[in-house]
């Protein structure tokens, strides 16, 4: 059920534009969320490298049910809603592994990985039971360059169409590598006492960085190193540096590229030797782009994607309660870069963007502190979110990024239309070659 249009309010002769903090507190505004989007659109599920063999699944939550993700025994992925047709116990216990087929515990009804009904204890006592109706249900899935999305919506629009840009964006993630994109085994598992678009919000602001991640920024500067970041706020240094809608709500950051301080004269040898290779495969054009750039993309609801020169993070969340939300985060590499570069890349993981890293601490300290200010709704009811708003071409630092997923939750949410606002992916940054097309 539709709510009525008054969460998001902006001036386009002012240059402002303001949320108000509702969005931030309200059981109705995260139930009207859940029925109008969550239910509807398509859902980051996970990437196809999670699945090695036939039986292969994984145990997660996607959009608050739960999923088994799974290679079926002729090697088809699905995603199975896993609860038991009889009367509802999860069939699949087990976070993860290899399975022939999934039993449930409770009376020990049996399913084959395909998500069919193989098997019922004391079938011949029920007078009717038709096994080809009762198999395990499955969500739409479709994939795109490797990523798999499910939707609860049978009806819902084909991915390629939802994805809009967002397309060029995994596409640059996967042309990364030559024999396939693979994720890091396990995930990290985290929770915050914060709003849910906080954390989608943050996934794109580079106006946060030099305060919150001032530590990380020290650092870097007293190991010598000299990232973009630093010169774009100490010397003014202009460097393509773009906020990017990518329609339907999907937005990035296009920053230029980003020093890493944890890494060995050996590890730039190695980035240097696949960066050699992916010039050989795909041109230095391409390369150029995919590899001395980095980019925080979010994919609306609920996706983002970190991809920095060093190390690519995947992360989903999604709120317990207006106040609560669960995240996920995963590490992907390319398969071929041999076992000390994957090291470097996990050691970025953990150390910057793990639960206990460089910057993850530090921004769901921030995300937290908006939400007890949040107590103060009745006095202070709207947030700003008018920085380069009216600007020829917004950058990193200013906040398109927000008012992109904002404009797309507010039409979800309440109906109403706002015009949207940037120039496109192409505008930008101009066509991308036939040759390092991904296809879906
Ligand atoms: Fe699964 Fe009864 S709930 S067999
Ligand atoms: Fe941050």
Redo the contacts with the bound molecule.
Sequence with gaps: MKLQPRFVQEDRVAGTFRVHRDVFLSQEVLEAEKAEFFDKVWLYLGHESELDKPGDFIARQVGGRPIIFTKDRKGQIRALLNT?R????Q?CREDFGNAKIFT?F????AYGTDGSLVSVPDADSYSSLDRESHGLVQPKLDSYSGFYFLSYNPDVEPLTDYLADAKELLDLVANQSESGMAVVKGAHHYSMKANWKLLMENSCDGYHGMSVHQTYVEMMMSLGMTPSLVKQSGDGAVVADYGINLGNGHATTWFPELGRPLISERGLELVAAHRERMVERLGEEYTRRALNTSRNTIVFPNLVIVDLNFGIQIRTMFPLSPTETAITGWQISPAEVGDELKGYRIDNALTFWGPGGLATPDDVEALEQCQIGFATSKEVPWSDISKGFGKPRPTTFDELQMRTFWRRWNFLVTGEQLPEEGESYAQLLGPISEKAKVSS
């Design positions: 038991c009889h009367r509802g116990a069939v449930c409770y009376h020990g009804w």
